[in-house]
C-alpha cells in the first residue's frame, strides 16, 4: 500500500523558533506538495516540488521554505515561527501526470 | 479566477437521505474535479474524481455531477450512513503547468443515525 509519512503527529512549539515538518513517501513519486488545513478555508497549498532539488511556491509561501534533497523526503521549515503559523499541515505526493494525491496523516502545529 | 467554492460548510443528513455538497469555479482552465474525503485524524483520501467531458459519474453511492456551462460540480450521497460522517473537500487542477489541485472549503457532514 502506498504511503506518506509525517514525522510528528502534535508539535508544539515557540514563536520565533525554526520548525522542521519531515515527510516521506515510499512509492517513488517525483511530485510533493505541502498543505496548510484551516477551519472554513480548506487546504491551501503552500510549497511543491517536481524532482529533487526543484521547488516551486504555491499559494501562500510566505513565512516558509521547503527543502528536497532526496527523491523520497520533502521537508517543510518554517524559519520563524509565528503564531498565525499554528495549523495542520498535509504533506503529499502523486506520480507525474496522475493528479490524485496520496496524503499523510498530517502534522497539527501549535506555536505559542 | 483560482478558487474553487465549496457548500455548504457543514451538512447533517439523516441515515438514509441523500446528502448533497455544491462547488463551483472560475477557471476554465480547469479539466479535472476530484473530491476527498477526510475522516478525523487522518489525511484526505480520494472519492472519486470527474472530467469535464462526462457530465456524470457514479462509483457505488456516490454520484459526482458536472455542469460545464454552470462551471459548477457536485457530490451526491446516496443511501448516507453514519460511517459517511467525515469532512469533504471538492477540488480542481488544469493539465498545462503545475497541475496542482486547487481545494474547496471543505464540508462537514453529519450523518445522524
Known amino acids: 500500500d502506498v504511503k506518506v509519512t509525517q514525522s510528528s503527529r502534535y508539535l508544539v512549539k515557540r514563536t520565533g523558533e525554526k520548525v522542521f515538518l519531515e515527510c516521506v513517501q515510499d512509492m517513488d513519486h517525483e511530485n510533493m506538495f505541502w498543505y496548510r488545513q484551516d477551519p472554513g478555508l480548506g487546504l491551501r497549498l503552500i510549497y511543491f516540488s517536481y524532482d529533487v532539488k526543484m521547488k516551486e511556491k504555491g499559494d501562500i509561501p510566505e513565512g516558509y521554505s521547503v527543502s528536497r534533497e532526496k527523491k523520497e523526503r520533502f521537508s517543510l521549515i518554517l524559519e520563524s515561527a509565528s503564531t498565525n503559523q499554528t495549523s495542520m499541515y498535509l504533506c503529499a505526493s502523486s506520480p507525474p501526470g496522475y493528479r490524485g494525491y496520496t496524503f499523510g496523516s498530517g502534522t497539527r502545529l501549535t506555536v505559542v | 479566477q483560482q478558487q474553487v467554492k465549496q457548500s455548504p460548510q457543514s451538512l447533517i443528513v439523516q441515515k438514509g437521505g441523500i446528502s448533497i455538497i455544491n462547488c463551483a469555479y472560475e477557471n476554465t482552465a480547469f479539466d479535472y474535479f476530484p473530491w476527498y474525503q477526510q475522516f478525523p485524524g487522518k489525511g484526505p483520501a480520494l472519492l472519486i474524481a470527474i472530467r469535464p467531458d462526462v457530465s456524470e459519474k457514479k462509483e457505488g453511492r456516490f454520484t459526482i455531477s458536472f455542469n460545464k456551462s454552470a462551471k459548477q460540480f457536485s457530490l451526491h450521497i446516496m443511501d448516507s450512513q453514519p460511517g459517511d460522517s467525515a469532512t469533504y473537500f471538492c477540488?480542481?487542477?488544469?493539465?498545462?503547468?503545475?497541475?496542482?489541485?486547487?481545494f474547496g472549503q471543505g464540508t462537514r457532514l453529519t450523518i445522524n443515525p
Open positions: 477540488a480542481a487542477s488544469m493539465k498545462q503547468g503545475a497541475q496542482k489541485l486547487v
